[in-house]
Each structure stands twice: as structure tokens, then as C-alpha cells.
């Protein structure tokens, strides 16, 4: 069997063309599927994580199966027409006044009519359906053991803030939302400047930020792992790098975490370190941005009390490394032209310890 | 064919419309304190000085007016001057200045600070800043041309008062 396989692999250049190709396209499938679904893992519709995204998912299968049926009995038909002989009619000359007989007009009027109510009941089927998951969906919030983060869109990134009623518990980030698995919680979305829309397809559709206006939408998590979202309302120059990360624990991680978030910036006891912290607090870094444990309280920028310990800078540009981030210290109209990141010129003596300092802020 | 000929010409035109200029990558240039280039009174011993040859790379562009309008409330200028009429801070819409009125008399200003309260912030904000913020002061006082002004405030408060405070120009 063994040989005979062997033969058969090394006679593979020998094969009909025909069969060489087949092989060839069933390479390529396998390694489409791969990708597509290697995709799909990241920011797609199709791999809900939680319940909210599991009805919109099942409502997007319906929608599909449905139309497909109806987009190939619309194909089949449109052959039938193309295809069948006609029967003499449209040979007759036009200026012959045509009447039809009572039977043709009575066929007319069913199919017509039929056509007009098959398409009325599917569309209110699909409305009803779409109705139905809108509402089982907001009926999945409003649980006992809910947990509150407001998100603000700000061009051309995500203010988040754990509400809680002791002050001492709240918690500021940025740009990366921890939740706990299985735990529903509440978004409580607005804007800052223009509309945004807070989309994590994994987790939930799309909820829009209204300036001066408050969104609820809920998401849950039911297994471990890292959703991307993307901000899905056309919001100006940077709208496309406006992305965010939900990461949802396990409980017990979630706690750790948010154990470590509550606690301010550690003062460097290192001189390079200290050196960092004093360039961040001389130049304009101070005006936007905050660091707890500091007099950084800026409330415009990002929070950056534990930047070290978020993946992604920039609302998911770029890896937070310290390569990255020198390189976003130095020219971030680069990276994302009309940011409002300020250009500073700083010497290389000062960027070193700044890049240092703020990746020590675990 | 005519109409397109138009078009483009109008397209043409656009391009070299200034106000919609955006300098996204604004030369890295460290502060440089503009040693006597702005005089704040034509009084001089032994004879008069020059007038200030210093203008605004920044004057007459409507994003970088709107840049200037966003620092002053992120920098929190409106703390004391408000938004422009002034609060703990002097007014900022008005015909006389003590420290002079020219745009290199406000880049002064804003870097090297003034008695009496007004901080010295060259050194920590970028030099394209301040000249942004210079270009929206003289926007309130409607020293800029009419087209660049913004027609409405960017933040959400409703009423006409306070769009008239931020930018007046834009009543007109």
C-alpha cells in the first residue's frame, strides 16, 4: 500500500493535465479555508463569543440561507425564461393590436400577484425576525451581576472607565477593555467630539456615540481570549486606525488585573528612570495625558498610568514596543497623519528615558 | 467638453487655496526665542527700531486656526482668559495690547510668559503650537480672513452665546 502510494506521488508529474489541475485547486482551497478561517478569528460576525453576537450570528445565517434560496429559484427562472421555445407570439407582426385570452390574463394576475405576496411575506418574515433578535438581544442586559465601563470616542481613540459607586474602584484605560468571562457588562457609550460607533463583531453589532447623548449596549465574553473592534462610524483622518481590544479573562485573572489598574504609577527609584519621568512632566506630554501617582492630569489623551501594560499603542496602530513607541514619540503625524499628537522635538538624551520610563508603567 | 474644461480649472483653483493648507508634519524646529523681533513700543534710546518682520507661517489657514482653538481649551488657556473674554486672566478680544498686538508680540507672550500670572511655556510647547494658538487669538479678534473662520464651535453646547464668544467673525 505504502509503495503504491509512494509510486503514485512520485508519478504525480505524470498525471492527466485534468487531474494535476484538480490537485492543484484542491491545494489552493485547503489553503483559503485556512486563511479564511485564520481570518475569521479576528473581528468577524462569524465566530460569535458571546450571546448577543450568537443571535445576531443565527439572524445573519437565516438572512443568508433564505436568500440564497431565493437568489437561485431567481437564477433557475430566469434560465427557464432564456431557455424555453417560444410559442409564436412575439413573431406576429406589432402593429397587430395582441388581446390576450381570458386564460393568458388569468395566469398573468397569479403569477403577478403571487410574485407581489411572496415577496411581502418574506420581507415582513425577515423584519419579524430581525425585530425578534433586536429585542431578545437587549432583553440578554439588565442582568443582577452586571458590570458597568464607559467608553468615550475621542478622535481617534477609546477613553474607558470601569464606573463604579466607590470612588477608590474606578479604574481608567485606554484603547483596551478587560471583562470577565461569562459576566455580562454594560457599555455605556458617548462621544467627545463627533459620532463614533463601538463595533466588536465577536461580541456584539454596532452601538454609535453620540456627543451629548448616552448608548447602552451589553456584551458578554463566554470563552477567554481577544476580540479587536473598530470604530464603525466615519469619524475623520484617522477613523480606520480608531481599533480597540476587549480581552476577556477568566474571573480570577480579571481581578488581578484590575487589582494592578487600581494602583498608581510606581515612582522610579532608577536615576535613567527618573530622568524619563521628568522629561514626560516638563514637556507637553503633562498638558494631555495623566499618570496617577504623579502631577500628570491631563484628561484629554489617553491614561497612561499602566501603558506597559496595554498590547497596542496608538488605539491599535502599532505593538507597544519600545521601538514603536520612540518611533510615535517622534513623529506620530507619520504613523496617523492628523492625530493630535503634538510633533515634539526632543534630544535622543530625552527620548531614551522617556521610551524606558513609560514601558516601566506595568 | 466646456463644462469639464470648467471643472478642472475650478479644481485647479482649489488647489492653491491656502486656508485649506494642512501642515500635518510640521518641521521639527526647537523653540527659538525671537531675540527683539517684537518691540512693544517704537520708543527706543537714540533713535527708533525697526518694525517686526516676524509673521505667522500659520495666518490665514483654517485648520491650523482650528488647531490653535482646540490648544486653547487643551492647554487650558480658557482657565483664566476664558474664551477670550477673560476671567482671572485679561481679555483676549481687544484693541489695545500692553505687551503689543502683533503676531510676534503674542508668540512672545505666550513663550516667554508675562507678569502677573501668565505662565512661560516655551520650552515645553512645540514652537508650531504656539504660532496655531497666536493664528486662533487673532482669529477671535477677527483678524483673520472671514473664509477660514470656523462656523460653529467644535464641542456640542447649545446656544448662540457661546458660539458668538468663541468665534465672533462667525456671525457676521
Known amino acids: ?362 | 467638453m466646456r463644462i469639464f474644461v470648467g471643472i478642472a480649472v475650478c479644481c485647479l483653483a482649489l488647489t492653491s487655496c491656502n486656508r485649506e493648507k494642512r501642515d500635518l508634519r510640521p518641521a521639527p524646529v526647537r523653540l527659538a526665542i525671537y531675540e527683539n523681533a517684537a518691540t512693544e513700543s517704537p520708543l527706543e534710546p537714540g533713535g527708533s527700531k525697526p518694525a517686526p518682520t516676524v509673521s505667522n507661517p500659520y495666518h490665514g489657514t483654517a485648520y491650523d486656526i482650528s488647531e490653535g482653538q482646540r490648544l486653547f481649551s487643551w492647554y487650558n488657556c480658557v482657565g483664566c482668559h476664558a474664551n477670550g473674554g477673560g476671567g482671572m486672566g485679561p481679555p483676549l478680544v481687544k484693541k489695545a495690547w500692553i505687551y503689543g498686538g502683533e503676531p510676534a508680540n503674542l508668540f512672545d507672550t505666550i513663550v516667554k510668559g508675562r507678569p502677573n500670572g501668565m505662565p512661560t511655556w516655551g520650552g515645553r510647547i512645540p514652537e508650531y503650537q504656539v504660532w496655531q494658538l497666536v493664528a486662533y487669538i487673532k482669529s477671535i479678534n477677527q483678524e483673520q480672513p472671514i473664509d477660514t473662520l470656523s462656523p460653529r464651535a467644535d464641542t456640542m453646547e447649545t446656544g448662540s452665546q457661546n458660539i458668538k464668544n468663541k468665534v465672533p467673525g462667525a456671525t457676521k
Open chain 1, 1 to 362: 500500500m505504502r509503495t503504491a502510494s509512494n509510486r503514485a506521488a512520485h508519478d504525480s508529474k505524470r498525471l492527466p493535465v485534468c487531474l494535476r489541475h484538480l490537485r492543484i485547486a484542491a491545494t489552493t482551497a485547503y489553503f483559503v479555508r485556512g486563511s479564511v478561517c485564520a481570518f475569521a478569528r479576528s473581528q468577524s460576525v462569524l465566530d460569535p463569543a458571546g450571546p448577543q453576537s450568537m443571535h445576531v450570528f443565527r439572524l445573519w445565517s437565516w438572512f443568508l440561507a433564505i436568500l440564497t434560496a431565493i437568489f437561485v429559484i431567481v437564477l433557475a427562472l430566469t434560465a427557464w425564461a432564456l431557455t424555453r421555445r417560444h410559442r409564436g407570439i412575439e413573431q406576429e407582426p406589432l402593429e397587430r393590436v395582441h388581446i390576450p385570452s381570458r386564460e393568458t390574463e388569468r395566469k398573468l394576475l397569479w403569477t403577478v400577484g403571487s410574485g407581489i405576496a411572496a415577496t411581502v411575506l418574506i420581507l415582513f418574515g425577515l423584519l419579524i425576525a430581525s425585530v425578534t433578535t433586536g429585542k431578545a438581544i437587549s432583553e440578554l442586559g439588565n442582568k443582577q451581576n452586571g458590570m458597568v465601563v464607559e467608553v468615550i470616542g475621542n478622535q481617534w481613540w477609546w477613553y474607558v472607565r470601569y464606573v463604579n459607586d466607590d470612588a477608590s474602584q474606578i479604574v481608567v484605560t485606554a484603547n483596551e477593555i478587560h471583562i470577565p468571562v461569562g459576566r455580562p457588562v454594560r457599555i455605556r457609550g458617548t462621544s467627545n467630539d463627533v459620532i463614533h460607533s463601538f463595533w466588536v463583531p465577536e461580541l456584539n453589532g454596532k452601538r454609535d456615540l453620540i456627543p451629548s447623548r448616552i448608548t447602552d449596549e451589553w456584551i458578554q465574553a463566554d470563552r477567554p481570549g481577544r476580540y479587536r473592534g473598530q470604530c464603525a462610524e466615519f469619524c475623520g483622518m484617522q477613523h480606520a486606525h480608531m481599533s480597540l481590544w476587549v480581552i476577556a479573562d477568566p474571573p480570577d485573572e480579571f481581578e488581578k488585573w484590575k487589582a494592578r489598574q487600581l494602583q498608581p504609577a510606581v515612582d522610579p527609584s532608577d536615576l535613567h528612570l527618573q530622568a524619563g519621568r521628568d522629561v514626560f512632566l516638563k514637556y507637553a506630554c503633562v498638558y494631555c495625558h495623566s499618570i496617577t501617582g504623579t502631577t500628570a492630569n491631563g484628561q484629554v489623551a489617553p491614561d497612561l498610568t499602566h501603558f506597559a501594560s496595554r498590547t497596542t499603542l496608538a488605539a491599535g496602530t502599532l505593538p507597544n514596543t519600545k521601538g514603536n513607541l520612540a518611533g510615535w514619540i517622534v513623529d506620530p503625524q507619520t504613523i496617523k497623519p492628523g492625530n493630535h499628537m503634538a510633533t515634539l522635538n526632543l534630544k535622543p538624551e530625552e527620548l531614551q528615558p522617556l521610551v524606558d520610563y513609560l514601558e516601566s508603567l506595568q
